[in-house]
């Protein structure tokens, strides 16, 4: 199943794989594109496409940085070997120089280890495909521990998205529900006012019908209204489905806000235009949470 993911997260995964142990961290925040970066040993730089093509494969939008870390090889696994010869040749020079100039010989292993080439290392050849296996398999445990924690996140910002979404639907109900009474009160008014100005007339009732309808197209909020709750439905329908939806929802955010202004526009009643500020300050809320959305 498919699930929400925070853009938020953090993984580590730390194992011994064929005699090397391998640290292996992923790290990310928020981010319009996807952004990768891969921190390596010199020695395994060779690996870095592969590990970035890794993070692709797992991860569509974010900054993520990826450490990794490799303790340094077995001392069975190299061998020193003393450079008898050379360190003769030392040892001969260094006691002309004494007598030369008539100075206090002091050789000593120290000394001698410190000279040039003294000593030869000789480390066993590196199979770069084996080794990038084991670091590909730590690297996919790594990323592992990283998606649950985006996950466990992403869940929190969908439920936290989907009562807010319910509570933008309570708000519309009561736009709605006052929509209709105000166009009510309206003609009420219209009906008391004519009273007073014409009261020894009789009042055209089919005039007064004609201004409140007049009136009530001005102020009518149904198209609005349904089109905020269609794309209430399609948030849903998002949420449910899952995958990599930050930037659908962003773009059906600013449609929300499209219809909100434009009810709020429309809203002579000051509770009703209150109403509409709750509905843009739940809309702001979700657009902040759907930054956080991959």
Do not use: W
């Not at 290392?121 to 445990?141: F, G, H, I, N, R």
């Not at 709020?264 to 979700?286: F, M, P, Q, W, Y």
């Amino acid at each position: 199943m498919t699930v929400v993911k925070s853009m938020t997260g953090y993984g580590r995964a730390v194992e011994t794989v064929n005699g090397r142990e391998f640290t292996v961290e992923i790290r990310s925040v928020n981010n319009r594109y996807l952004d990768c970066s891969i921190k390596l040993p010199r020695m395994l730089s060779f690996a870095e496409d592969a590990l970035k093509q890794a993070v692709k494969a797992a991860v569509s939008r974010g900054k993520v940085d990826v450490f990794v870390t490799q303790r340094a090889e077995e001392a069975a696994d190299v061998q020193v070997t003393l450079n008898t010869a050379l360190a003769a040749g030392y040892v001969n020079a260094m006691r002309q120089m004494a007598q030369e100039f008539k100075i206090r010989e002091d050789i000593s292993v120290a000394l001698l280890s410190r000279m040039p080439e003294v000593f030869t290392v000789d480390k066993p050849q590196v199979d770069e495909e084996q080794l990038l296996a084991d670091l590909l398999s730590v690297m996919q445990t790594a990323l592992s521990n990283y998606d649950a924690m985006r996950a466990r996140e992403g869940q929190a910002l969908k439920n936290d998205l989907t009562a807010r979404g319910n509570t933008i639907r309570e708000l519309v109900s009561q736009v709605e529900a006052g929509n209709a009474q105000t166009v009510i009160d309206y003609r009420t008014r219209l009906y008391n006012k004519l009273q007073e100005v014409l009261a020894s007339t009789s009042i055209d009732e089919s005039r007064i019908l004609t201004e409140a309808a007049i009136f009530a197209d001005k102020v009518a909020v149904d198209e609005e209204t349904v089109r905020l709750r269609s794309h209430l439905e399609q948030m849903d329908s998002m949420l449910a489905s899952g995958g990599p939806i930050g930037r659908k929802l962003d773009f059906l955010l600013q449609e929300m806000n499209r219809e909100a202004n434009t009810i709020g526009s429309k809203c002579t009643d000051l509770r009703l235009a209150r109403v509409v500020v709750d509905i843009k300050a739940e809309l702001e809320k979700i657009r902040e949470q759907t930054q956080n959305i991959e």
